[in-house]
Structure formats: C-alpha cells, structure tokens
C-alpha cells in the first residue's frame, strides 16, 4: 500500500488539472479549407479493375524484411535444439522429472570460478569444431556437468548430445570423446537470469534438499537453454539438475 500511495496521489492530480485545463482554451474556428475529398477528387472514368497489360511483366512485389529470431532462438525452418525436458520449468518450482540417457560429445576441463563462463564457452565451441569435422550434428543444448568443486574453482564435463555417435567412434583426439549424458531421477531448479546471480537458485535448491531431507549425488548439471554468452546476461535460460541417489 505505501507503493500504490505515491501513485495514487499522481493520478488524482493529473484528472484534476484536465478539467481547468481544457476550460480556457477557447474552441478552434471553423475550418474552411476543402475536404481531402474535394481537394484531390477521384476520376470517374478509371475502371475499377483494368485489366492487365499483356505486353508488360507484372511489377514485382516489394520485398519484405524478415526480422531476426529471438535470442536463443532458431530461424524459421531450422528447428531449435531441444532440452533434455521438453516441458520447460518455471523459477521457484521444483519439478521431478527423469532424464533421458543421450548419446554426447564430451570434453573435461577445469576452471576458477572467476573465469566459470569464458572457459565453458571455449569448451563448447572446440566441441562444436570438433563435431563439424566428422560431420556429426548436434541435437541438443550444451550441457556442464560439476564434477568437483573447492573454494577456488570445479572440474566438470562439457557435452553437447547427439543424434548417435560416429561408428566406428574415432579415437580421442584433443580431448574429445563420446558418451551419454547423466541419466535418472534427477530435481530440476530452473534459473532466468545472470549468471553471476545463479548462487540464488542453488541457495534454493540447498535449502529445499536440506528441508525434504533428500540425498543427491555429489555433481549437479547445468544445462543452457539459451546461448551462454556472459556473466552479465540477465537472459541466460539455466535448467540446474540435481541427481537422486
């Protein structure tokens, strides 16, 4: 109600000043100049439909400008890579879902917390090089898997799913390599937002597990709904994953 007062206040007086407001200005004369009608009178010997000149092409349409999609968006005909839960979450909601095992390109890495998205993101885009090299498409949204953590950084396990992968599966060359994503029960916590203030929704998630008294395993899952672009994007779409032992 404090809020609403303020403004409340403001509208009244606005409705108050209309009505003096509107008293002194005396009524515009007349206008005695002609009507759009008069001024530019139409022919009334062109036929409403004429027909078409067979020695002349049509003029061509006018080209329309096709605006560019949404970010985290593909353009229309290029489906966009699905999550691993179709049904997306809603901050604040916990969902129990179960993840599906999909075929993925891996890659292991270590990082300060510091430097968290610079380097996931160098992390995907050698993935992304790497699968365009033996022509495998990807067909899913990046995924981190935390492995490990400490007060000054984690390790994890950067993937991006695949339809299947190459047969034969070539052998591991800059550290890239083939498996299936973390599969099971698994709680979803869903963060919109930067991913600086991502510590938000794990204080959530801790706190809920702590108060269902619900053991997880010891690695969570960040999946990137949208592009993970940097720490300050406060578009950044997060499914965070807590698998249940």
């Not at 007062?5 to 007349?30: C, E, K, N």
């Not at 489906?79 to 839960?85: K, S, V």
């Not at 968290?116 to 898997?145: C, H, T």
Request: no cysteine; proline share 13%; aromatic share 6%.
């Amino acid at each position: 109600m404090i809020r609403l007062r303020p403004l409340a206040i403001l509208s009244v007086g606005l409705m108050l000043g209309v009505g003096p407001l509107a008293a002194q200005q005396p009524a515009p004369p007349p206008s005695t100049a002609p009507s759009p009608a008069q001024t530019n009178p139409l022919p009334t010997t062109t036929a409403p439909n004429p027909a078409p000149d067979p020695g002349k092409s049509p003029a061509p349409a006018p080209e329309q400008a096709v605006a560019p999609p949404p970010a985290g968006q593909s353009a229309v005909g290029t489906p966009a890579r699905p999550t691993l839960i179709d049904k997306p979450g809603e901050p604040g909601d916990v969902d129990e879902v179960t993840l599906p095992a999909k075929p993925a390109a891996i890659v292991t890495g270590k990082t300060k917390w510091e430097e968290a998205v610079v380097n996931l993101k160098q992390a995907f885009a050698r993935i992304e090089a790497d699968l365009a090299k033996l022509g495998v498409a990807p067909a899913g949204r990046p995924l981190a898997v935390f492995t490990r953590t400490d007060d000054d950084g984690f390790e994890f396990e950067a993937m991006i799913p695949v339809a299947a992968a190459p047969n034969p599966v070539p052998a591991e060359t800059d550290g890239l390599r083939f498996g299936t994503t973390p599969s099971g029960k698994a709680l979803r916590f869903a963060h919109r937002g930067s991913y600086e203030s991502i510590d938000s929704t794990y204080e959530t998630l801790t706190a809920y597990l702590d108060a269902k008294d619900i053991v997880v395993q010891d690695r969570f899952v960040e999946e990137y709904a949208t592009d993970l672009k940097d720490g300050t994007d406060d578009n950044l779409d997060v499914n965070i994953y807590a698998l249940v032992k």
